[in-house]
């Protein structure tokens, strides 16, 4: 087999694979392939990622809450139905994981901001201006002196691209609660950032 | 035809709610627009096989539906050994709870051997409750008096037939000699007796039960006559000594000297034309055979009732009484 023709291969591959469903991949992955979660994994290991750092976290613990939101998952493979859209179901298993966490860590969480502003978004100096730097760094706090509640679904609206519904079924609230709780995020944000409007 | 120019809508709280929330969300957009892409935050290496590993682990753990099938077969293997142990030993149990009739026949034979008032009784009982042809008959007629008086007599010469045949052994292993039996000892009885024994084959838990009955009566008297036939032993006239007067007065002194309770006991063994035979029990549990002579004494029997009957008349005690005193 030619290079060309490997090559020609992998491309198809790619296409099929990018054709696959996630809640395909899970029923696979829960039917014995491990190799549909290497998929699913790639696809969504940097949203939820950044769910956990956009929560103010350190980079080591949004790494462990990572690990436990997919072990959880791996565990629950037998338990997924390909009625429930499968980031959303990966979601709320993340969501789940964080509140396991603040209820245990709650005492340490202005150590964890305070960890959080100087790592979390460690943005290279040398392919960002030091405007964009600071604009980062501004947000970043705003974000995280939010309440938790408009915290969380500012994060899984703007940062991760869920519609109000999904945040609703994510974590469990009325439809109207999720609305007015996106909408008081965004007028604090806009009323700490003012200074930062180009 | 003029017409009134229409008034634009007075915004309500809700539509300024709805501007001012597409405003914000149009400055933070802006905002995220501003923000360089952050493509190179992502989780490590490190995690990244760590996960993949686990998700592998846990599909290679996994049981296999082979497996499945093998836990399943043995389980039903299982239920069914338990079962069949359990229907064993409730089996055995019964067996043990109601032993066959011939055991309990057994029993009733090896202590009945020598004992024929006992086997008596035991028949005496199982002819009444089998038989049910009399009260019928009773109940018939007046003119059935004749069918009544031909079954008593039937009775009659049945009963001691089966008191040989019957009870020394096992009733049931006795029921064809029995009839063949009382067929050769009188031509009237073959019909009452073949009913009886037909009656027998019919109920064998009655029988059973009356068995059970009768062998703890037997052994009762058993164990009675045990203990008089151990206290007196068999009579040789050739060696037994003649009782002399002074031997008589002797026991006499050493019998008044006695409580009421340790009294000395005579037992008459055998009777002669010219003498006694006597047996005396001793307060020490030994005997001592004596004969007497008819010239010098004199018995008075004394009755002694054991199980509402009067034993014959060599167990009986006697009343020795020196006839020139």
Known sequence: MTQAELALKNIDKQLVDHDVTDEALMITYAKGDASAFEQLYQRHKRVIFHFFIKQGLSTAIAEELCHDTWLKLINARKNYQISAQFRTYLFTIARNTLIDHKNKKSSQKEEAHADLTKTAIALKETETSNQQRQLAQALTANIAALPDAQREVFLLKQESGFSIDQIAKITTQHKEKVKSSWRYALQRLRKGLSDYVI | ?325
Do not use: C
């Open chain 2, 1 to 325: 035809m003029s017409s009134e120019p229409t008034k634009p809508a007075k915004p309500t709280g809700h539509d300024h709610q709805q501007t001012q929330l597409q405003e914000d969300e149009a400055f933070i957009d802006a905002l995220y627009q501003q923000l360089p892409a952050d493509k190179d935050q992502q989780p490590s290496d490190f995690l990244d096989k760590r996960i993949i590993k686990a998700a592998y682990q846990a599909v290679a753990t996994e049981p296999t539906k082979i497996n499945k099938r093998k836990i399943t077969w043995f389980h039903f293997l299982a239920t069914a050994a338990s079962l069949t142990l359990v229907i064993s030993l409730v089996v055995q149990q019964q067996s043990h709870i109601l032993p066959p009739v011939d055991t309990s026949a057994d029993l009733v034979s090896s202590s009945q051997k020598n004992k024929q008032s006992s086997d008596d009784e035991m028949i005496v009982e199982a002819v009444e409750e089998f038989s049910v042809t009399k009260p019928m008959m009773e109940n018939t007629s007046t003119n059935d008096s004749y069918a009544a008086t031909q079954y008593d007599q039937q009775m009659a010469i049945t009963q001691p037939v089966m008191i040989n045949s019957i009870a020394p052994k096992s009733i049931s292993a006795r029921q064809s000699m029995t009839t063949q039996q009382s067929a050769l000892a009188s031509p009237l009885a073959p019909t009452a007796l073949t009913s009886i024994v037909t009656v027998v084959k019919n109920q064998p838990r009655k029988l059973e039960k009356k068995s059970y009955q009768s062998t703890a009566k037997i052994q009762q008297i058993n164990q009675q006559a045990f203990a008089m036939t151990k206290r007196s032993s068999p009579v040789n006239a050739a060696t037994v000594q003649k009782l002399t007067l002074a031997q008589y007065r002797i026991y006499r002194e050493q019998d008044a000297q006695l409580s009421a309770e340790n009294k000395l006991r005579w037992s008459l063994i055998s009777e002669q034309t010219d003498s006694y035979y006597i047996t005396i029990y001793l307060s020490d549990n030994n005997t001592a055979s004596y004969r007497l002579a008819k010239t010098d004494f004199r018995l008075n029997t004394l009755p002694v009732k054991t199980h509402d009957k009067q034993t014959p008349n060599k167990q009986d005690f006697s009343e020795i009484i020196l006839k020139n005193e």
